[in-house]
């Protein structure tokens, strides 16, 4: 089979040891591997992609400028779940395949939303007095791989597991180990803490505001761990200013996040950088599973994730 030229652009890097299992898996469907790290503009991904036939990104923008600079580009994988940064339509158009890895990264997020609930609950290690999450209630917002796996840790910690999904039976649900609530007001009236699972879409962004968190309970805790645009800022900003008693914790930061840190002090935290899936498992995890789907692509034809 002909060898094609499979480029990894991440602007936030891999783990080492995932690059080379990445590349393990290429050479060893006779493809050759290049990569691209750290770049710093689009224009960078533009330049390398010339003559690329496959790419791996992450949370890399994928953009219809990019589609259009890869004549010979057939596939692109996000190593990853969300897949918001690439622009569907111009892959669709230019007849490139687009998938993502669902699941290979996701225990990784969901120990992250684990730590945040107990890191704001201690009042981000501070000597201020804390609280234990053991005996509260946590409302799942989509129940989907991270949903899951955070409910389960959640349970194994002494937590009270609801989930709100509009997309699962209650059957489904519950056989995943949480109570079904059935409607986004009931989750964030009655939970102690709320984390977040849903995709960004035209849907979603900014379907988080005022009167949902405003509903939650005396000293809750919204956490986020999604993305951020899901989020409506000023709504935000507005309920934490009113209700003293809730915490924000975020991965990654809302735009106004030195605003918020200002104000509200420990009550809100937010990671520098997007670092959910940040754990060398995931790296390797996701980014092998990129490699192999490109691999059984260009052998086989298999479009299993396709999203278009
Ligand atoms: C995802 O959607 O899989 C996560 O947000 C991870 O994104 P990252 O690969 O940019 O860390």
């Given at each position: 089979?002909?060898?094609?030229?499979?480029?990894?652009?991440?602007?936030?890097?891999?783990?080492?040891?995932?690059?080379?299992?990445?590349?393990?898996?290429?050479?060893?469907?006779?493809?050759?591997?290049?990569?691209?790290?750290?770049?710093?503009?689009?224009?960078?991904?533009?330049?390398?992609?010339?003559?690329?036939?496959?790419?791996?990104?992450?949370?890399?923008?994928?953009?219809?400028?990019?589609?259009?600079?890869?004549?010979?580009?057939?596939?692109?994988?996000?190593?990853?779940?969300?897949?918001?940064?690439?622009?569907?339509?111009?892959?669709?158009?230019?007849?490139?395949?687009?998938?993502?890895?669902?699941?290979?990264?996701?225990?990784?997020?969901?120990?992250?939303?684990?730590?945040?609930?107990?890191?704001?609950?201690?009042?981000?290690?501070?000597?201020?007095?804390?609280?234990?999450?053991?005996?509260?209630?946590?409302?799942?917002?989509?129940?989907?791989?991270?949903?899951?796996?955070?409910?389960?840790?959640?349970?194994?910690?002494?937590?009270?597991?609801?989930?709100?999904?509009?997309?699962?039976?209650?059957?489904?649900?519950?056989?995943?180990?949480?109570?079904?609530?059935h409607s986004l007001k009931e989750l964030y009236s009655s939970c102690d803490y709320v984390s977040i699972?849903?995709?960004?879409?035209?849907?979603?962004?900014?379907?988080?505001?005022?009167?949902?968190?405003?509903?939650?309970?005396?000293?809750?805790?919204?956490?986020?761990?999604?993305?951020?645009?899901?989020?409506?800022?000023?709504?935000l900003y507005k309920v934490l200013s009113e209700r003293r008693d809730l915490k924000y914790a975020a991965?990654?930061?809302?735009?106004?996040?030195?605003?918020?840190?200002?104000?509200?002090?420990?009550?809100?935290?937010?990671?520098?950088k997007k670092m959910g899936a940040q754990t060398a498992e995931a790296n390797a995890n996701a980014g092998?599973?990129?490699?192999?789907?490109?691999?059984?692509?260009?052998?086989?034809?298999?479009?299993?994730?396709?999203?278009?």
């Amino acid at each position: 089979m002909e060898m094609k030229k499979i480029l990894v652009a991440t602007q936030k890097p891999f783990a080492s040891t995932a690059v080379e299992g990445i590349r393990n898996v290429v050479e060893a469907a006779g493809h050759k591997l290049e990569l691209l790290e750290k770049y710093a503009a689009e224009a960078d991904l533009i330049e390398a992609v010339k003559d690329a036939d496959a790419l791996i990104v992450r949370s890399d923008k994928v953009s219809r400028e990019v589609i259009a600079a890869a004549p010979s580009l057939k596939i692109v994988v996000r190593a990853g779940a969300g897949y918001d940064n690439l622009d569907l339509e111009a892959c669709k158009a230019a007849g490139v395949i687009a998938m993502n890895t669902p699941g290979q990264n996701s225990n990784a997020v969901a120990e992250l939303a684990i730590a945040m609930m107990i890191y704001m609950a201690r009042t981000q290690f501070t000597p201020a007095t804390g609280t234990e999450i053991q005996g509260r209630t946590l409302g799942i917002q989509a129940f989907g791989n991270v949903g899951r796996l955070v409910g389960a840790k959640a349970a194994a910690l002494g937590m009270k597991v609801k989930a709100f999904d509009p997309f699962l039976t209650d059957g489904q649900i519950a056989d995943g180990g949480a109570e079904p609530v059935h409607s986004l007001k009931e989750l964030y009236s009655s939970c102690d803490y709320v984390s977040i699972h849903i995709p960004a879409t035209e849907q979603t962004v900014g379907s988080i505001g005022y009167d949902l968190i405003g509903s939650m309970p005396q000293g809750a805790t919204l956490i986020n761990t999604a993305r951020k645009e899901v989020i409506d800022e000023t709504g935000l900003y507005k309920v934490l200013s009113e209700r003293r008693d809730l915490k924000y914790a975020a991965d990654v930061a809302p735009d106004i996040i030195d605003k918020m840190k200002a104000d509200f002090g420990t009550r809100v935290f937010a990671t520098p950088k997007k670092m959910g899936a940040q754990t060398a498992e995931a790296n390797a995890n996701a980014g092998i599973a990129a490699a192999r789907q490109i691999a059984d692509f260009f052998s086989k034809g298999i479009t299993k994730y396709n999203l278009w």
